[in-house]
């Protein structure tokens, strides 16, 4: 359950401040198909951060305790490091022609893929490799709560929020907690 709880948190701040709701907000406009384009992100979130756990896992059968524990130090860093600069505007996907539900899952799993919330699900996969499907769960749940409001909401209300503090403080959040889990890794405290 503590992979579960780690998942939702970690993605829930990643996606937060990420491009992919704001992408969501931009197809939430266009095509005015909330359900069809919830489904489809729960898919794509899914496969995403199903990938990140099988990934996680299998690294660690190839890590020691300290190396898991310092790899997910890295990801908190590297997530928060990443959130502490502005967001570049996600490609519109204005070409496509496959529907709400198609763009949706497409668009999702492509700018997903390698992303630090996938990058934080695998580092905690691979540090309780036994909970990895409760990392998946927590990640693609807690991605979904950001991601649905921003469909819901459409670009103009997405767009009104305070995203410049809000990405500092999750990124000095995400931050201090990488440096804390990597001292304790190295026994530095």
Not at 3 to 18: E, K, W
């Amino acid at each position: 359950m503590d992979a579960l709880m780690a998942a939702f948190v970690g993605a829930l701040l990643c996606q937060a401040s990420d491009r992919t709701a704001w992408l969501s907000a931009i197809l939430g406009d266009r095509y005015q198909k909330p359900w069809a384009m919830i489904v489809a992100a729960a898919v794509a979130l899914a496969l995403g951060n199903a990938l990140g756990a099988v990934a996680g896992t299998l690294m660690a059968a190839i890590m020691t305790p300290n190396a898991r524990a310092l790899f997910l130090a890295l990801a908190l860093l590297s997530a928060g490091s990443t959130a502490l600069f502005a967001l570049k505007s996600p490609d519109r996907m204005a070409g496509w022609r496959i529907g709400a539900f198609g763009t949706t899952l497409v668009a999702l799993l492509a700018i997903g893929v390698g992303d630090r919330t996938q990058f934080l699900t695998a580092a905690i996969a691979a540090r309780t490799p036994i909970a990895a499907p409760f990392a998946a769960i927590g990640a693609t749940l807690g991605s979904l709560a950001v991601i649905v409001p921003a469909i819901l909401a459409g670009e103009r209300d997405y767009r009104a929020l305070p995203h410049r503090p809000i990405r500092i403080a999750i990124g000095l959040v995400l931050v201090l907690t990488g440096v804390m889990f990597g001292l304790v890794a190295l026994r530095l405290i």
